[in-house]
């Protein structure tokens, strides 16, 4: 048989495949599925548009509840189960959903949580991820839409941030991961490329990082995970506004490198986790180059402060980063989890994690073009589409409006200030740079009494602020971070704070 | 002022407060908003429905579309514009979503992807990522339901492989980031907790590990990021089943340890990337038992297999590990991302991540109550509720019908090497214990004509296969993970090829 002959016998027989595949779902539609697709497509929809109506209008109610409650133990003994063997109706579970778990959610939606910082999620969002969900792609690599839309917001950061068109970014979990990935690419460009096989015992000199004492834990996290360890974490005293002091930071370099250690990494805070301290970017960028150490920004929520005109000078210096770790799931209200990676050393971040598996192969051609994979950037292989979510979040809003309500929060956060600064019961604790605020009853100097009024708040489901140690005393602290907050929500938290610190003294607890 | 009148006082002002805030919705309801809500929630609801309906259409019909097709270069340039300062209309992002997204998807949900080891996702699983994002809980830590449905799968997953239910787990992104966390774990157990101050260099020995030849890379990015150094990963040789020669392990782990090395880990496979094979866990286990090496199982997908009956004894042995890593977007079609990490040793992995920063401090009632955070288990904190939609398909399918999916899959796998074994045109590679046929063009020693094929079928958009090495030769390989991948399917895909083999020998590409 003719090579000609073979082809058209072939192509004919591709043909006849492919028409009885695709009349596989037609085929005994009275048949159980073997699949995991609904048997009733129409009854499947209806519920999806119950369980996408309830949200609606939870998200519609969110002022009308309480912030939280805690869930009754009868609630959570729910939760501890047998494995399911049989399945159950959709319906049912979304009915369990909406009795069972949002009673009980977190509370970070309502305008008067303030603990810790959270975003409060948005309805675009919501709708993003759930096209995401339903289109399912793998971000890990290969050549398809989500890749390329990863990349845009990869462009977009290098605009507001002012970087280079060509720098590297990539989505991580959060500003956790993205510290840690910012060490180990430090890693890499401080000890070379053959750390990775030779591993930290191989390195002549123990390395040594920087961050002020007010930077966030992750960071000792990162050092601990990479190996380098946390003592080597040099937490550099704060000034009065609690940024990093420049000159203990040269004079702990100065004392390590005199010791044979091997300083690599210096952490700017955009935004500290206690008070929301900016440390001086510009002069952290400055010693950093004169040392020739990688320059990070841990810039949590506060890298953010660039898409407002009004706080971008805040962050100035910022644009001098080596690399910058931010997340698009607090301040922005991308729904969690969305974090990033932004790396001005496309080579050295490539080298720090790029692979040579042989199912990772790239082809000149298919579905396994492309040059640059988001695995060959950072830990992960499998990856959801977070770009999704994030780039609808942009394009919704656009850059103006969200760093307009960036800024409300902070103007939020400075009402309030004034009214703890009016008020005969408490007194501030620091002062608010950008959006928290952190006060404690007057007098209270152990701070029992603050993180009794505020677990008092959290039961009375009125407002959930957290709390945190400033100069060793538990106070009371306010994270701005919500949209929905607006300057009326201070008054009720401060009423309620007043009347619970009355209670309180009272000998009663919420009611 | 008594205090009983003080008291008094500060609840009506409280009252007073909160009924403001509460009235906040409604005031001014022509002014343009200042949160991120919708102006117009009805609008913001078509919207949303008419999303909704996209994707249960695009669902249905996934079936009848091509594979994958690349993107046009002038799609792909549509995402690469500046940062859109403006807000647009989410109608009209729905638009540019089905547009030029949804048609260059990975390609994953469709019946003839086979490349790489993909899940397909449900329209289940939509829905609960769905309801997750509206929610917006950050799983980090804190008391409220999401972290007890996140107990529950530890749950599930500890009676599934028969561990303790006072087992730890935690989700993840994926089994890349469960097995670092199993590396940083195993670490501690090893090198005690003060390896998280110290570092690496502190420790007497150096680490070392062990896997196959066939182990996924993602062990050695794990030991890469741990500092541990991916030289110390021990590629011990494999059987002609491509299973761990338990013998070679252990001479490998004498030799090192006689060269004053110190081997912690033990990697076995359960299901290998390349091929599907199924280390000798039983074996593995007595070996790391005796050696007193923390045995962790990377079952990225196969360690499912215990769900069904049938598949079951494949993995005897994994109810023995130390840890298990596996990921719920692969063979259980959890929207991606869902990994996660089972541990035996609840204490010493809390040891490996618990952190004491003064924001994350626990309190005896309210919001910050609850003794264990996920936080502590993992290296996020901010993290999305991933549980949501793991335990919705659970629930909604049962561990039997889920079992039963993974388990035709297999059966799919052996249809399709039945009909490569009768084809003229190719040989099969290797031997599918699971879900993995590799096999290429009869003759054709270099893989050149295999590499050709996978991209043609790539670009023809009938099937997606991928490509890996066995033995130095690059092979054609089809993971059949696919729920919806039937075995008449395997018939399409044969012909495909052998069509393409033909076309491709005659000098032509994909029309």
Redesign the interface.
């Known amino acids: 048989m003719g090579?000609?002959r073979?082809?058209l016998k072939?192509?004919a027989?591709?043909e006849?495949?492919?028409s009885?595949?695709?009349k596989?779902?037609r085929d005994a539609p009275d048949a159980p599925r073997?699949?995991?697709?609904?048997a009733d497509?129409d009854a499947?929809?209806e519920?999806?548009?119950r369980?996408?109506?309830?949200?609606?209008d939870?998200?519609?109610g969110v002022?009308?509840r309480k912030v939280?409650q805690?869930?009754p133990e009868a609630?959570?003994a729910r939760?501890?189960?047998?494995?399911?063997?049989?399945?159950?109706?959709?319906a049912g579970?979304?009915d369990?959903?909406e009795q069972?778990?949002?009673p009980?959610?977190?509370?970070?939606?309502h305008?008067?949580f303030m603990?810790?910082v959270?975003?409060?999620?948005?309805?675009?969002?919501?709708?993003?991820?759930?096209?995401?969900?339903?289109?399912?792609?793998?971000?890990g690599g290969?050549?398809?839409?989500?890749i390329?839309?990863e990349?845009?917001i990869a462009?977009?950061l290098a605009?507001?941030f002012g970087f280079s068109p060509e720098s590297s970014g990539v989505f991580v979990?959060?500003?956790?991961?993205a510290n840690?990935v910012a060490a180990?690419v430090a890693?890499t460009k401080t000890l070379g490329e053959p750390?990775?096989?030779?591993?930290?015992?191989?390195?002549e000199r123990?390395l040594v990082a920087y961050a002020s004492q007010e930077a966030?834990?992750?960071i000792?996290?990162a050092?601990?995970?990479?190996?380098?360890?946390?003592?080597?974490l040099r937490r550099i005293r704060v000034d009065a506004a609690r940024r990093m002091d420049a000159q203990a930071l040269g004079a702990a370099i100065a004392k390590d490198r005199a010791e044979g250690l091997l300083p690599f990494f210096v952490v700017g805070s955009a935004g500290t986790?206690?008070t929301g301290a900016i440390d001086a970017l510009d002069a952290l960028a400055d010693l950093s180059a004169d040392e020739g150490l990688w320059f990070h920004v841990d810039g949590a929520f506060g890298a953010l402060c660039v898409l407002s005109p009004e706080l971008k000078p805040l962050v100035k210096g910022i644009e001098r980063a080596d690399s910058i770790a931010l997340?698009f799931?607090?301040w922005l209200?991308v729904?969690?989890?969305a974090?990033f990676f932004l790396c001005r050393h496309p080579q050295v971040h490539r080298e720090t994690?790029m692979?040579t598996?042989?199912?990772?192969?790239r082809?000149?051609?298919?579905?396994?073009?492309a040059d640059i994979w988001p695995c060959d950037l950072g830990?992960?292989?499998?990856?959801?589409?977070r770009a999704?979510?994030t780039w609808?979040t942009?394009?919704?809003?656009?850059?103006?409006?969200l760093g307009a309500?960036i800024a409300?929060t902070c103007r939020v956060a400075r009402h309030l200030e004034g009214l703890i600064a009016a008020s005969t019961v408490f007194e501030l604790c620091s002062r608010a740079r950008l959006n928290i605020v952190c006060f404690g009853v007057k007098g209270d100097s152990s701070g029992e009494l603050n993180?009794e009024i505020?677990?008092?708040?959290?039961?009375s489901g009125?407002a959930?602020p957290?709390?945190?140690?400033l100069d060793g005393r538990p106070v009371i602290?306010a994270a701005i971070v919500n949209?929905?907050t607006?300057e009326?929500?201070m008054?009720?938290f401060?009423?309620?704070a007043?009347?619970s610190?009355?209670?309180l003294?009272?000998g009663r607890r919420a009611p």
Chains 1, 2 share one sequence.
Not at 51 to 56: N, V, Y
Not at 357 to 361: F, I, Q, V, W
Not at 363 to 369: E, H, I, N, Q
Not at 379 to 385: E, I, Q
């Open positions: 090579r000609s073979r082809l072939s192509l027989s591709e006849r495949a492919l009885r595949s695709r596989i779902d073997a699949d995991l697709d609904p497509w499947f929809a519920d999806a548009h369980g996408l109506d309830l949200m609606i939870y998200l519609r002022r009308q939280w805690p869930a609630v959570r939760f501890r189960a047998a494995l399911p063997q049989k399945g159950k109706p959709l579970l979304i369990e959903f069972f778990m949002l009980y959610a977190n509370g970070n939606l305008p008067l603990g810790w959270h975003g409060a999620g948005t309805p675009v969002g919501m709708v993003a991820d759930m096209l995401a969900a339903g289109l399912n792609a793998n971000c290969r050549d398809h839409i989500a390329e839309v990349k845009e462009l977009w605009e507001a979990t959060g500003t956790s991961m840690l180990v890693r750390v990775r096989r030779g591993g930290l015992r191989a390195a123990q966030h834990g992750s000792e996290r050092l601990e995970i990479a190996g380098i360890g946390s003592a080597f986790v206690n997340d799931h607090k209200h729904p969690y989890d974090g994690f692979s598996a042989a199912y990772l192969a082809a000149p051609r298919g579905l396994a073009a830990p992960d292989l499998s990856r959801g589409f999704l979510k609808f942009f394009q919704a809003y656009g850059a103006e409006r309500v409300r993180r505020v677990m008092d708040l959290h039961e009125l959930a957290s709390t945190t140690r602290r949209h929905r607006a009326a929500d008054e009720v401060v009423a309620a007043e009347a610190a009355a209670r003294r009272a």
